[in-house]
């Protein structure tokens, strides 16, 4: 619930002041794929777990439920280092869908190589910066507002991919 600050553009000597609430550890936790088809276009799975962690359980319905249940041909994961990757319930969704998921795993520590980290950063550190929500509901629909945003944008999609060093569009 507590806002990420950012430099702001207020006018010079009048610093902004962010009116925080108590402390809290409410949250709002959103699991992502970005999808790239052979065709080149890119679609944006997600799904809002307010108040919780994503953890194994948690990504295996996410991936089950949103991707596989979606997208109708092979799909290659790549997942980075959080723990949920290497969770033994995702190991038996890969089982199950064996025939068509195959499960990569970026080096350790390259989140320069991850297309979902710029989304993170566009998403965090530029649309929701400096936002203070008043409960765990406003923050919620603002986030679900703004990766709506962009998961209907083909360009901004295009260009999470395009801000890695991996040559996906070749």
Not at 14 to 34: E, H, I, N
Not at 47 to 59: F, K, M, N, T, W
Not at 84 to 112: K, Q
Request: hydrophobic share 45%.
């Amino acid at each position: 619930m507590a806002p990420l600050v950012r430099t702001s553009l207020a006018v010079a000597g009048r610093t902004p002041v962010l009116a925080v609430p108590g402390r809290s550890r409410q949250k709002v936790s959103v699991v992502a794929a970005l999808c790239r088809s052979p065709a080149g276009r890119v679609r944006l799975y997600h799904e809002s777990l307010p108040g919780r962690d994503v953890d194994g359980v948690a990504y295996a319905d996410f991936l089950r439920g949103r991707v596989l249940a979606r997208v109708g041909g092979p799909v290659v994961l790549l997942h980075d280092g959080l723990s949920a990757h290497r969770d033994e319930g995702v190991g038996f969704l890969a089982d199950d869908y064996a025939a068509r998921l195959a499960v990569e795993e970026f080096p350790p520590y390259s989140p320069e190589l991850n297309p979902v980290e710029p989304l993170w950063n566009w998403l965090k550190d530029k649309e929701l910066a400096n936002f203070v929500p008043d409960d765990l509901t406003q923050l919620l629909l603002a986030a679900e507002h703004m990766i709506s945003i962009a998961a209907h944008d083909q360009r901004r999609l295009r260009s999470f991919f395009e801000a890695t060093p991996l040559g996906w569009w070749d």
